[in-house]
T-cell receptor, first 113, second 114 residues
Framework: GENVEQHPSTLSVQEGDSAVIKCTYSDSASNYFPWYKQELGKRPQLIIDIRSNVGEKKDQRIAVTLNKTAKHFSLHITETQPEDSAVYFCAAGMAGGSYIPTFGRGTSLIVHP | DSGVTQTPKHLITATGQRVTLRCSPRSGDLSVYWYQQSLDQGLQFLIQYYNGEERAKGNILERFSAQQFPDLHSELNLSSLELGDSALYFC?????????????FGPGTRLTVT
C-alpha cells in the first residue's frame, strides 16, 4: 500500500518568513495530493491540492509543488502570519474510482509574532 | 461551519461496549467518508460510501462497520471497544467520489474508552 512520510514534524518560524513542509510517497499510482490545515481542537480543512498532471499550483501565499519522478511534494507558505500556526497534513491517493488517502504524520507550524 | 454535522460531540464508554456515531453530509453531497485520528496512528481513512453503497475501504477493523442510509446520513458502529479505539472520528462529505477536492470535514466525535 501507499506510504507517506512528512518532514519536519515541527517547524518554528518568525512572522514574515517562509515555511516549507515536505512529503514523500511510495505508490506511483497515486495521482492526487491534498494538504490540510488543522487548528487545535478543530476539523482538518483542505487548503490546497495538486493532481499528478500538474507540477505546481499557487493560491495567494500558499503553493504546492510536485515531483512525480522523485515521488515528493511540498507545501510552501510565504509571508507567514501568526494565524498560520496549526498542524499541516499531506496526503496521497488515487482519485477517481476508489479513493483511499494515506496521510503524513503532520507538521506543527509555529509562527512567532 | 462546513455543513457536515456529527453527533455526539463527545462519547465516553467502557471497554467491550458498542457505540454508534452519526454523520449528516452537506446538502447535495452523495459521498461520505469516515476517518480516525489518534495520537498513535495519526489520521487514517476508514471507509467511504457513495449513494448508499460502499465505495472504498481503508484501515477499518473488523469490529467496526458503517452504512449509509437512503436519506444519505451515515453511521459508524464500533463494537468490542478497546482502549486503543479512543480517538477523534471525523466524517467528511463530497458531492461525488470523483470530486475529492470538494471534501468537507465535520466537527468530529471524540470517543474515550475507559
Amino acid at each position: 500500500g501507499e506510504n507517506v512520510e512528512q518532514h519536519p514534524s515541527t517547524l518554528s518560524v518568525q512572522e514574515g518568513d517562509s515555511a516549507v513542509i515536505k512529503c514523500t510517497y511510495s505508490d506511483s499510482a497515486s495521482n492526487y495530493f491534498p494538504w490540510y490545515k488543522q487548528e487545535l481542537g478543530k476539523r482538518p480543512q483542505l487548503i490546497i491540492d495538486i493532481r499528478s498532471n500538474v507540477g505546481e499550483k499557487k493560491d495567494q501565499r500558499i503553493a504546492v509543488t510536485l515531483n512525480k519522478t522523485a515521488k515528493h511534494f511540498s507545501l510552501h507558505i510565504t509571508e507567514t502570519q501568526p494565524e498560520d500556526s496549526a498542524v499541516y497534513f499531506c496526503a496521497a491517493g488515487m482519485a477517481g474510482g476508489s479513493y483511499i488517502p494515506t496521510f503524513g504524520r503532520g507538521t506543527s507550524l509555529i509562527v512567532h509574532p | 461551519d462546513s455543513g457536515v454535522t456529527q453527533t455526539p460531540k463527545h462519547l465516553i464508554t467502557a471497554t467491550g461496549q458498542r457505540v454508534t456515531l452519526r454523520c449528516s453530509p452537506r446538502s447535495g453531497d452523495l459521498s461520505v467518508y469516515w476517518y480516525q485520528q489518534s495520537l498513535d496512528q495519526g489520521l487514517q481513512f476508514l471507509i467511504q460510501y457513495y449513494n448508499g453503497e460502499e465505495r472504498a475501504k481503508g484501515n477499518i477493523l473488523e469490529r467496526f462497520s458503517a452504512q449509509q442510509f437512503p436519506d444519505l446520513h451515515s453511521e459508524l458502529n464500533l463494537s468490542s471497544l478497546e482502549l486503543g479505539d479512543s480517538a477523534l472520528y471525523f466524517c467528511a462529505s463530497s458531492p461525488h467520489p470523483d470530486r475529492v477536492g470538494e471534501q468537507y470535514f465535520g466537527p468530529g466525535t471524540r470517543l474515550t474508552v475507559t
